[in-house]
């Protein structure tokens, strides 16, 4: 097995991993649980959240393949701010639990559309299906 294929494979547990704990979150924002408090529950998805930054900026390393310079990756990138963005208001600062639950659903849909990017290595992703001009 290459590094590179090593890296990738942690890249992608490390993206399972952080939807499955968004995922989870969410479901405790949503019933109100007081483990959504809890301090493992804050601190895990921050680990996580550093071995999947350091596998992205690995592979894009690699790959020779960077942000700004390759237009899929350029997608990824701005597509993760926009997750960050909206699963922040989800779990803690929009104002009310409806525009949480808003938030959470927006940031699922955009984690689906980053990985829709990784998969076709086409900045529209899912949305070229739609969009086709958007896709060129």
């Given amino acids: 097995m290459t590094m590179y294929t090593l890296v990738k494979y942690v890249h992608v547990t490390t993206v399972v991993l952080s939807l499955t704990g968004f995922f989870l979150r969410g479901i405790l924002m949503m019933r109100e649980s007081p483990l959504l ?5 804050k601190v895990l998805p921050h680990i996580n959240d550093t071995a999947l930054l350091a596998a992205a900026l690995s592979l894009a390393a690699m790959s020779g393949q960077y ?3 390759v237009g899929w990756v350029t997608a990824k990138v701005l597509g993760v701010i926009a997750y960050i ?3 922040a208001l989800a779990l803690r600062d929009a104002s009310t639990r409806k525009m949480r639950i808003a938030c959470w659903l927006a940031s699922m849909a955009v984690f689906g559309w980053i990985v829709s990017v990784a998969l076709s290595r ?3 992703g899912f949305l070229a299906a739609f969009f086709p001009a958007v896709g060129t």
């Avoid at 408090?37 to 529950?41: E, N, V």
């Fill in 37 to 41: 408090g809890a301090r493992w529950l």
């Fill in 67 to 69: 942000p700004f310079v």
């Fill in 85 to 87: 963005i909206l699963g």
């Fill in 122 to 124: 086409q900045p529209a």
